[in-house]
């Protein structure tokens, strides 16, 4: 269990380092997780990694937000749409099988690698802002999306989460990456709750994940404030890449 326990919390600092950058350090958590503890049902393996994911996001925010304007109200509105939705799909994944779900989403994100690969200036500079009643629709039905996503599926839901900051409401890396962090604590926190509750949370597990996590999503977030915009763009695509090779896996060979 010593071993387990080393390895496992490997794989929360480098999935709180990247997560930290632009999300998808469940990447690197959940399926190292799976396979050092194979014997454990899937909502509890799920419901383990949440803990880390929300310690080391809150550390990756908290660093955010000394360097990076962030518009609370905004993205207060959009949380809590996907809390309700995390919630709601942490619910339905111990009832139903999410593998019907996983060739959508790998179309998905092959678009989203090819877009963000070809538009050199994506997400490189903070377009002109929208009208509130404008942003807060587009991001509440985002919102509502990727909630239910990560309650159901997650590996990857910090990316999504990115994307929609930039494409739908015009910021760039930074100022995304920053929002992205306090809707990825709502939706993990909504997760939490529900798993804690049906008692699918390891804390002997979690709690030293947790540390890793947050030790990771703290040299993650100075790393990006350093490289700044285009540094967080090629992560991303990495990120994104790494994240189609999983369910492209999950889809043919699984």
Known sequence: MSIGILIVCIAAFAAGFIDAIVGGGGLV???VLFMTFPNYSVATLLGTTKLPSFLGTSVSLYQYAKRVTIHWKLVGFIAGAAFCAAMFGSYLVSTISNQTFKPIILVALIIVAIYTYTKKNFG?????????????????ISGLVIGFYDGFIGPGTGSFLVLMFISLLGHDFMHASAHAKTVNLATNMASIIYFASTG????ELA????????AGGFVGTRFALLRGNQFIRIFFLCV??????RFGYDVFFK
């Open 29 to 31: 958590q959940t399926p």
């Open 124 to 140: 490189q500079h903070e377009e002109k802002e929208l009208p509130f009643g404008w942003a807060l629709t587009r991001g509440l």
């Open 200 to 203: 699918n949370i390891l804390f």
């Open 207 to 214: 709690i030293p994940m947790a540390v890793c996590n947050m």
């Open 240 to 245: 994104v890449c790494a994240t189609i090779l």
